[in-house]
């Protein structure tokens, strides 16, 4: 599994404005770890740009129950 390997490129890619890569790669970090919290968290963060409220929101309870 290269789940901080993909949290750091779906940061970068979300820093580049490139959301939609970002979302896919926060995506694949969190299924292959669904116990990282920050993968989750991240993944809210970049939903929440691309106007995704409610999959953001999922995200970040995805985030809090851990």
Request: no cysteine; proline share 2%.
């Amino acid at each position: 599994m290269y789940t901080d390997a993909r949290n750091h490129l779906g940061v970068a890619y979300g820093l580049l404005g490139r959301h939609q890569d970002s979302v896919n790669q926060l995506r694949r970090a969190a299924k292959e770890n669904p116990d990282s919290a920050l993968a989750w968290t991240n993944l809210g963060v970049t939903l929440e740009v691309v106007g995704d409220i409610k999959g953001a929101s999922e995200a970040y309870t995805g985030a809090i129950r851990l």
